[in-house]
């Protein structure tokens, strides 16, 4: 199985963690004057890369602590893993 | 007015646990004081207050007077103590940690403790939980949490040679665990013909 390494508790098996969706995905500033369409476009649309993506993921049977992750949609890899208050790293 | 006893979730499987080889033991612990502490900031000032360094390393665990401070993420601890009632705990971590901006609530009725202990403990552990629990790098001192068979659990490390680990389960998987635990240390359990 898959290992995915948890920024806290380290290498976890893959059925221990929960996905979360695209990372870095900011809340509208101002939410109150977005029309309809920004709001979908906020709460429905996320980019579909194939290859490098940064992700959400939870390690829901461990810590429960969300982290971020740059993982490769077309191989699986996880290229790196960062806390929250991490930045986003540089990918070559 | 009728007294409601508590009875432990586990009580039906006291004679299974007695049938087992030394190489595995299952005790049933008893009830225990626990509390869910909340804290940002780990200082002198909190570990004065509470009367204990919490362990700010992942994965680990420290006694703390009659029980014990685990790990269970960047702000967040288990606190035990046997000597305590859950109200007192709760009331003395509460007041410790709420000036702090912590919070303390009382787990105590959430998780029940099975104390493993022998030398087939690690092979019984492995057969469901996917971490390494070699004493190499799972001695007295470490805790992981993460899943035995289907049941979330805490394991804690009590000896540096695996052969005592507490395991922690919420009390409404008490029942599934033991029963996988007994499972597991079966090929280790003689029989009458042997
Ligand atoms: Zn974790």
């Not at chain 1, 982290?67 to 208050?85: C, G, H, K, Q």
């Not at chain 2, 502490?37 to 919490?54: C, F, I, K, Q």
């Not at chain 2, 394991?155 to 409404?172: G, K, T």
Request: proline residues 7%; glycine residues 8%.
């Amino acid at each position: 199985m898959q290992l995915i390494a948890c920024p806290w508790c380290g290498p976890r098996e893959e059925v221990e963690f929960h996905y979360g969706g695209q990372a870095h995905v900011p809340y509208p500033e101002s939410p109150a004057e977005l029309s309809d369409e920004e709001w979908a476009h906020y709460v429905f649309f996320r980019d579909n890369p194939k290859g490098r993506f940064a992700e959400r993921w939870n390690h829901s049977a461990g810590c429960r602590r969300w982290f971020n992750a740059i993982r490769d949609t077309a191989t699986y890899r996880f290229e790196s893993v960062y806390r929250l208050d991490e930045p986003k790293p540089v990918t070559p | 007015m009728a007294e409601l006893l508590r009875t432990h979730p586990l009580e039906g499987w006291r004679t299974a646990f007695e049938r087992l080889p030394d190489t595995v033991r299952i005790a049933v612990e008893p009830f225990v004081a626990m509390v869910d502490v909340r804290l940002g900031t780990v200082g002198a000032e909190a570990s004065a207050a509470l009367g204990v360094d919490l362990p700010t390393a992942p994965n680990t665990w420290v006694p703390a007077g009659t029980g014990r401070a685990v790990w269970l993420g960047p702000d967040e601890w288990l606190l035990s103590s046997t000597t305590e009632t859950p109200e007192e705990l709760e009331a003395r971590v509460r007041a410790a940690v709420v000036g702090l901006g912590g919070s303390a609530t009382d787990v105590s009725a959430q998780r029940i403790g099975l104390r493993l202990t022998g030398a087939r403990v690690r092979d019984v552990l492995a057969k469901g939980c996917s971490i390494d629990l070699h004493p190499r790098v799972f001695g007295r001192g470490s805790s992981a949490q993460t899943a035995l068979g289907q049941a979330g659990v805490v394991l804690l490390a009590l000896s540096d040679a695996a052969d005592d680990v507490l395991v922690l389960v919420r009390s409404s998987f008490a029942g599934y665990l033991a029963d996988w635990l007994l499972d597991a240390a079966l090929e280790f359990t003689s029989t009458p013909n042997d």
